[in-house]
């Protein structure tokens, strides 16, 4: 006797896809709620978690093929795909990528001075470097060696000490010398480190940067407060850089000059050791130092770096007397450790896009602004959708005083002009201590729905006649369930259309408000609009030209942030059309 088979019950399996969408979700609230994490951080976890869940749902991923499927007969809906993953990309990227270290400001292009200023571009380069991991090298490019002024009372041995790697100068008074006052302001000391930099190109260094790391011991009765203490040191340390031909005696630099300048005498100039190339610095407790020597462009300084000589940096430390404390002069020794010699040579060019007026890479805040301005977009178009398709239907359903009143409310916001009433709230907002972008957030999100309501009603008013929602009223399904089931997949096309374009609008006006200085205030929120604001804050032709004694204008400062945002609302513009089309067939 065969028995009936039985139906075994299959148990539903789960797409990965969902609890990988529901890990993201679940980890930005943890996040959320146990760190300080930036909010735009946690938004980015947010939305890709929401997205991949919905992508997860089979009926919603036959619905992304079918879209695809219809975008391509639409070429120009194509185009603005491309842009918007593009823009999409870089915002996926951007809580990853790290800031680039600041460059001089105002910075052009690089590509732009090897195309079009070669004969002053030169790359940034570290031209020298001495750690004295090598000692032969370090002793091949640096020297040291010392003068008094006046009165010889100081000692100093300097020498390397191979197992720290570092350059070591101990200095020691000689308390025995009696000096007085005035021959205590006139005393010191020199120990001048040499360090010798190649340089071959045709033009001189706009600037040179150059660095080191030092820290200090004490032997005898020397102590912390005899040195750093501004209050209580008895001796002072100060440092000068020198520059010269690598070579050649101070006197041939002086000799050069007078022959290309009638005899002149050559300006900042000290027979000793050579151009003075930059001002005196006393050197604090803060283990490292940071000289830039900016070149005035004369013709001294052109005749040197022609390609032919090395030039020779020479780092003047000079050691001083506190005249008030005299008599609290000691026995024993200051120790102070030299490392790390850097000599970096910085040009008026910089990475893809140059530089802004605080010297941060235009390429990185372009990053950072497709992050922003794609977030506020998203985020105001979603709420705005939201809140006007459910108005919408409920309006153009339901009916009676309920539509007449919020008719009579869309009626009013619409006859208010936007922009001006953004600037007042937010001036007001401000004033009150709210959040900037939030208030931006909330105020796009309030004066977003209105227009969208009215059409939507106006669809519902057309479906609400026709026999497929009588058939549904006449078989008892209420109203709640012929809006949801019924009525809100029709006017999914208008929906997605108006989500389009209510990103549109909020970027436009978001970059509006920060253009005129009422937006976003940078940091975590660095938008394009903020950065075409900071551009117009500035003197269009401030940035130092590669010509000697000319200037440039900074076009590339307005031209980038400004194509970006122009590609972002052109990529709108066009899937808006594509989809208007695709759900029209009249239009096809």
Not at 48 to 70: D, H, M, Q, T
Not at 526 to 536: E, P, R, Y
Request: glycine content about 6%; some cysteine; hydrophobic content about 50%.
């Amino acid at each position: 006797m065969s028995g009936v088979p039985t139906r075994e019950i299959a148990k539903k399996r789960v797409n990965p896809l969902f609890w990988i969408g529901t890990i993201l979700i679940e980890a930005a609230i943890v996040i959320s709620i146990g760190f300080r994490i930036p909010a735009i951080k946690l938004a980015i976890f947010y939305i890709l978690g929401v997205i991949i869940v919905l992508y997860s749902n089979a009926k919603i991923r036959k619905g992304f093929r079918r879209f695809f499927r219809e975008m391509k007969y639409y070429r120009m809906g194509l185009v603005g795909l491309l842009i918007i993953f593009f823009m999409a990309a870089l915002a996926l990227i951007a809580p990853f990528y790290q800031k680039p270290p600041r460059h001089i400001m105002l910075s052009a292009p690089s590509w732009y001075g090897q195309i079009f200023e070669r004969d002053y571009y030169y790359p940034d380069q570290m031209i020298q470097y001495i750690d004295f991991s090598n000692i032969t090298y370090a002793q091949n490019w640096l020297s040291v060696s010392s003068s008094w002024k006046l009165v010889r009372s100081f000692v100093s041995s300097y020498y390397i000490d191979e197992d720290k790697r570092e350059l070591v100068v101990p200095v020691s008074d000689v308390p025995t010398i009696q000096l007085s006052y005035t021959e205590a302001l006139q005393t010191e000391y020199y120990v001048m480190i040499n360090v010798t930099a190649p340089w071959r190109y045709h033009v001189a260094p706009r600037i040179i940067e150059f660095s080191f790391e030092y820290y200090t011991t004490y032997s005898g009765g020397y102590s912390y407060s005899d040195f750093w203490d501004l209050q209580r040191n008895i001796y002072k340390l100060d440092c000068l850089v020198y520059l010269k031909v690598a070579g050649k005696p101070p006197e041939f630099v002086r000799q050069a000059y007078k022959n290309i300048s009638g005899g002149a005498e050559p300006p900042f100039y000290d027979r000793r050791f050579g151009i003075i190339a930059s001002s005196s610095i006393t050197l604090s407790a803060s283990r490292k130092t940071k000289i830039r020597i900016r070149f005035p462009e004369t013709r001294l300084e052109r005749w040197i770096f022609t390609g032919k000589y090395d030039m020779e940096l020479v780092i003047a430390l000079i050691f001083r007397y506190n005249p008030l404390r005299l008599s609290l002069r000691k026995t024993g020794a200051i120790i102070i450790h030299f490392s790390s010699f850097r000599v970096f040579i910085w040009s008026y060019y910089h990475g893809v896009f140059g530089t802004d007026q605080f010297g941060d890479d235009i390429w990185y805040r372009i990053v950072k602004g497709a992050q922003v301005s794609l977030f506020i977009g998203f985020v105001v178009a979603i709420m705005s959708v939201l809140v006007g398709t459910l108005l919408g239907i409920m309006s153009g359903y339901i009916g009676g005083k309920f539509d007449e009143i919020l008719m009579r409310f869309v009626d009013f916001l619409l006859s208010i002009p936007g922009l001006p009433l953004l600037i007042v709230l937010v001036v007001i907002f401000d004033q009150m201590g709210v959040s900037r972008v939030w208030t931006i957030i909330t105020l796009l999100t309030i004066f977003g729905w209105p227009g969208m309501t009215r059409v939507i009603r106006a669809q519902v008013l057309s479906l609400k006649a026709r026999p497929f929602i009588e058939s549904a009223k006449a078989a008892g399904a209420k109203p709640g369930y012929i809006m949801i089931r019924h009525i809100l997949p029709n006017v999914l096309p208008l929906v997605f259309y108006y989500m389009v374009m209510g990103i549109f609008s909020a970027i436009l006006s978001e970059a509006s408000l920060s253009f005129l200085g009422l937006g976003l205030t940078g940091g975590e929120w660095d938008s394009w609009g903020l950065l075409l604001h900071d551009a117009s804050q500035i003197t269009i032709f401030r940035a130092p030209g590669a010509v000697p004694g000319q200037y440039r204008l900074v076009w590339w400062f307005v031209v980038f942030p400004g194509l970006f945002l122009a590609l972002l609302l052109l990529a709108l513009t066009y899937i808006s059309q594509a989809l208007y089309n695709m759900f029209a067939p009249r239009r096809r």
